[in-house]
């Protein structure tokens, strides 16, 4: 094979636009590279090479002479994925973590002439908020229903016999109606079931909204 400069002086016009971080990446410097001379003609039998002899398009080839000269860039580690936030609030009833509630907000708009709302600005109400108050209550479950005020908390407890969301105050209450009984009492917690979900509840809770009475064990 007859070396064609033109092959170089391309070579040597891509290493130059190269960002510099691709240099680092491969252990080595842009000026280090250009100003080596076996490098340089590495690079360039490599690109003419794959032109000439295998038939490749230019752009492949030239990169190409790079990875073998140079080696391939390292594959940059996949950064980690985020950690889902654990919910603060869920609904004990159906474990939604979503809830219809009530924001006050503060948005830009047009006004006529009489001192009143007129329209939104381009964009819509929601382009031109300014300012919301944090959401308030009644607040409903978007799945199930159920209405909560406040959210309520999302807390668990490991018992010997499972994992169970705790419920109290009067959200027990909430569950007697929704035909939560009783399972069995574990560790100072009472566990109740619907037959799909089951439930954990503090003995004193329990005692106070269902009177005390245990009617059956599984």
């Known amino acids: 094979m007859i070396l064609n400069n033109e092959y170089l002086e391309d070579m040597k ?18 000026a280090a590279v250009l100003g080596s001379q076996e490098t340089m003609e590495k690079l360039w039998v490599v690109y003419q090479k794959d032109v000439e002899d295998y038939g490749c ?3 492949f ?51 006529g002439g009489n001192g009143e709302f007129e329209d939104n600005l381009p964009g819509g109400m929601e382009a031109n908020i300014y300012d919301s108050s944090r959401p308030y209550g009644p607040f409903t479950c978007s799945k199930c229903g159920q ?38 009492e574990d560790n100072g917690y009472t566990v109740l ?10 003995n004193e809770d329990y005692n106070c909204y269902y009177g005390g009475q245990r009617s059956f064990i599984l």
């Open 13 to 30: 016009e891509y290493v130059k636009n190269m960002e510099e971080s691709e240099f680092a990446k491969r252990g080595t410097t842009k």
């Open 57 to 59: 398009d230019a752009e």
């Open 147 to 184: 209405e909560y005020d406040p959210l309520p908390e999302y807390k668990q407890v490991k018992l010997p016999r499972g994992t169970f969301t705790v419920v109290s105050g009067v959200y027990v209450q909430k569950c007697k109606k929704a035909g939560y009984s009783y399972h069995h």
């Open 193 to 202: 079931g619907n037959g799909a979900r089951a439930l954990a509840v503090s």
């Open 61 to 111: 080839s030239i990169s190409d002479a790079v990875n073998e000269v140079l080696g391939a860039a390292p594959l940059q580690k996949a950064e980690p994925a985020p950690e889902k936030i654990r919910a603060q609030y869920r609904c004990p009833f159906c474990g939604s973590e979503r809830f219809i509630g009530h924001q006050e907000i503060r948005a830009d708009v047009y006004v």
